[in-house]
């Protein structure tokens, strides 16, 4: 027998313990934000508040969700019974006999009516009213008054009667007031005042018996004292301040009393920049204002999607000022906006596609998560390091979220933006060999904005890659598609951006290391200066009609045609056919060195060489005829035409053969600096002849001083200083010595050095023209020839169509002039 009860005293031990651990799980299982005073969990995500409190859902699910007592005392006017007085008290109540009633038991407080026993003490002098009074004093509002029954008094002064005794009708029970008043005695009688947050109802004053009242709305009335921060909450017979959904109370500020304060979500104050003075900016400022107010965390699926119509709505609406201003704030609050929003969601992912194809897609994951995420769109998708998302510090939740927001109808504020180029300029001019002087933008895809739970985007630990869906285009010459981000800017206006960012072209992807908003722009680098590019086209045009002129004036002009001639018909052929190539082909269109741009580059090598090759020429002529004049007649024809011609080709052959990448470039058909040693092939001969020509030059002019004095030792200064330098000049042009300018040009963004040059160097054909055409006095001679025989013949024909048969002599003096000059 004893050992059975040991075993079952065994057994309710480990029933006891096994219970006591049953009751420690649960609390495993609550929320981690933890329940509310006076609830309980019910499991991992919401907790139930305990008897006799209450909560505006059943559940509760949120930690700024409360439990409130419930005042049983009003809800039931009945619940103790007569003579008696509920007393409520936090979670429950209790009853308790009025003044000059006591329990038959003597307990002080009793349970429910059933427990009353209520019964007028022995000294009151009152007598126990009938079972009706109770009726009366707990019966609805618009019950029928009754007398209450109280004991005759006596009138004071009496002769042998004591002092009378006035009976509290309010603590005895014998009152008809409503259980919405309070009682006050008086001096025979009583009266029915509403209580405090109570007022009395239409048609019923306050004071008498038959006052009912109700609860007065301080929250709809506005007579409430809650701040700004709160929202009133109606009770019976007073109020509440809460906070508002997704707000928590200040330190040292509970959340319910009147004084309550709180702090709420950093929502940005969507206010929208004063000078952009709009009709429709302002009416979408209160718009989101009020959304993001009225905002409760149970609706931030619905808020997020009333936050994207409303930028819809703006933006399809014209837009004239500060457009870049207005874009750039509403970024920066859709951003802000959006993280807090996003916070509220369930974790996962989340997409939404407003009406007008602005896209919304989220990823809310664990914090902790070390994962390498994508997060994807219609568009095009993210992937980054899940660990940058929260950055240093640590989300309320544990979540943390990465998002993308497409707003196609933004690129009407940013279609024509600026791009700074002062930090990429380096890398521009490494690239395109040249200065970049500015550019010109084509947005190809949506502006995209990317944001995280990391608000310190400005270096992330790990580059973001993106893919973004754009417009296909060919590529051109310095023109190409990039991947931009918008910079606020310290004015706030914004412009575009690439520092950080780079594009790899063959897929399209982008590698940032910052975040921002972001789109794929279609960049024309000009790397020209366009008055430079006038003088070049201009220059040379007009040097392709002169060196044509000078051409056939040397081919037909048969008293001017000698050896020295032919030197100058060969380099103005020469100079001719390398200026329309290079007019026609120099530009590089498809940007990639292809064997048409292979070709244009290797004539104009040749060209070019054998021009150079005819100007030694010309300065080996000049030799000969003022140095050596009485010592030969200089070189042949043929050795002239092997220099002339067959030292170029010879350059042209040794460097295809040797380096036949050599020509040809990205931008422009033409040697390729870049290949170690390559332009030598052209700057090598160059400065040699340049230098050989400059001594002749040097030489020739200190002989035709000497030769003018001892010539005509009487010519005068000024014209003999006027002789010299015409003639110095035309020999500068013909040798080609300004093209030491070239040479000297070791900075292209020395702006003056660069003018210089590309004048003289494109106007070398108009030069020649009017030094060895218009200057030569046998080619005007030639020219007024044709001049007068053009004329005559236009003159003589007009003659015989006006004058008729009898104007032969006015016929034969129009043609003495070109008879005579026949």
């Not at 008809?176 to 209580?195: A, E």
């Not at 609050?333 to 996962?348: D, T, V, Y």
């Not at 067959?646 to 422009?668: C, F, K, N």
């Not at 020839?785 to 129009?814: D, H, L, P």
Request: proline content about 5%; aromatic content about 8%; hydrophobic content about 35%.
């Amino acid at each position: 027998m004893s050992s059975h009860r040991g075993l079952l005293i065994v057994v309710c031990i480990l029933l006891s313990l096994s219970g006591a651990q049953t009751q420690r799980d649960p609390s495993k299982y609550c929320p981690a934000w933890g329940c509310p005073p006076d609830s309980e969990c019910v499991n991992s995500s919401s907790c139930r508040c305990m008897a006799g409190f209450s909560s505006v859902k059943e559940l509760i699910t949120e930690a700024t969700e409360s439990c409130e007592d419930i005042n049983e005392c009003l809800q039931n006017s009945v619940l103790c019974g007569p003579f008696a007085t509920c007393n409520n008290s936090p979670g429950s109540y209790n009853c308790s006999c009025n003044l000059g009633y006591r329990l038959l038991s003597g307990k002080k407080y009793f349970a429910n009516k059933s427990e009353n026993t209520c019964r007028a003490s022995v000294d009151t002098g009152v007598t126990p009213a009938p079972s009706r009074s109770h009726t009366i004093t707990a019966a609805p509002r618009n019950l029928p008054k009754q007398p209450a029954t109280v004991r005759p008094r006596t009138q004071p002064g009496d002769p042998g009667e004591k002092t009378p005794k006035d009976v509290d009708e309010c603590t005895s029970g014998l009152n008809h007031c409503h259980p919405s008043t309070h009682c006050i005695n008086k001096l025979g009688s009583y009266s029915c005042i509403c209580r405090q947050g109570w007022k009395p109802v239409l048609g019923s004053p306050n004071g008498p018996i038959n006052t009912v009242c109700e609860d007065v709305n301080e929250c709809s009335s506005g007579q409430h004292e809650c701040h700004s921060s709160t929202i009133c909450i109606n009770t019976w017979g007073s109020y509440k301040c809460r906070c508002r959904p997704g707000w928590k109370p200040t330190s040292g500020s509970l959340n319910g009393p009147k004084n309550t304060t709180c702090q709420g979500r950093p929502f940005p104050i969507w206010t929208l920049p004063l000078t952009a003075k709009s009709q429709s900016l302002s009416l979408f400022s209160v718009e989101v204002q009020n959304l993001l107010r009225d905002f409760s965390p149970a609706t931030a699926n619905y808020t997020i999607q009333k936050l994207i119509e409303a930028v819809d709505k703006l933006l399809e609406g014209p837009m004239d000022t500060e457009r870049h201003q207005v874009a750039t704030q509403l970024l920066k609050n859709m951003e802000q906006s959006l993280r807090i929003l996003a916070q509220f969601l369930p974790k996962g992912p989340f997409t939404y596609t407003s009406p007008s194809n602005t896209e919304l897609s989220l990823m809310i994951k664990e914090q902790d998560n070390k994962d390498v995420t994508t997060v994807h769109y219609s568009q095009g998708w993210m992937k980054l390091d899940w660990a940058v998302t929260a950055g240093s510090k640590s989300s309320e939740n544990g979540y943390s979220l990465a998002g993308i927001l497409s707003i196609p109808n933004l690129q009407k504020l940013l279609a024509h933006a600026s791009m700074n180029l002062s930090q990429s300029q380096d890398t521009l001019k490494e690239r395109f060999e040249k200065q970049v002087l500015g550019v010109s933008l084509t947005l190809l895809s949506n502006v995209t904005s990317i944001f995280l739970t990391n608000t310190d985007t400005g270096k992330l630990a790990s580059n973001v890659t993106f893919n973004f869906s754009f417009r296909p285009v060919s590529r051109e010459p310095r023109k190409e598609p990039t991947c931009a981000f918008w910079d606020t800017g310290d004015d706030g206006r914004g412009h575009w951006a690439t520092d950080g960012c780079s594009m790899d072209f063959t897929t399209g992807l982008c590698h940032c290391n910052h975040l921002s908003s972001f789109a794929i722009l279609m960049a024309q680098y000009h790397v020209k200066d366009p008055r430079l590019e006038l003088i070049t086209k201009v220059g040379l045009s007009l040097s392709l009609v002169c060196l044509l002129l000078c051409i056939v004036t040397f081919l037909l002009v048969k008293s001017i045609q000698s050896p020295r001639t032919m030197v100058h018909l060969h380099l103005c052929i020469c100079l001719f056919l390398g200026s329309v190539i290079f007019l026609v082909g120099v530009e590089n269109e498809g940007g990639l060195v292809s064997t048409r741009c292979q070709m244009v580059a290797m004539l104009l090598h040749y060209l070019f060489l054998a021009a150079f090759c005819w100007m030694a020429l010309e300065g080996v002529e000049l030799y000969f005829l003022v140095v050596r004049v009485f010592q030969g007649q200089g070189l042949s024809t043929l050795w002239r035409c092997l220099i002339g011609y067959g030292v170029p080709l010879l350059i042209v052959a040794i460097s295809a053969a040797s380096r036949m990448d050599g020509y040809g470039h990205e931008t422009y058909c033409w040697l390729n600096y870049r290949i170690g040693g390559f332009l030598w092939s052209f700057v090598g001969p160059l400065a040699f002849i340049i230098f050989c020509n400059s001594a002749i030059f040097v030489i020739t002019v200190w002989k035709l001083t000497t030769k003018f004095s001892e010539i005509n030792p009487n010519m005068k200064k000024l014209r003999k200083a006027r002789v010299l330098t015409i003639t110095a000049i035309a020999q500068l042009m013909v040798l080609g010595c300004t093209w030491v300018f070239g040479l000297l040009l070791f900075d292209p963004d020395s702006t003056w050095l660069s003018y210089i040059f590309t004048l003289l160097n494109c106007l070398q054909g108009l030069f020649l023209f009017v030094m060895l055409c218009l200057l030569n006095k046998k080619v005007r001679e030639e020219y007024r020839k044709w001049a007068c025989m053009v004329a005559g013949n236009k003159y003589s024909e007009f003659s015989s169509s006006t004058a008729g048969t009898g104007s032969s002599q006015s016929q034969t003096r129009a043609l003495r002039p070109s008879e005579s000059g026949m």
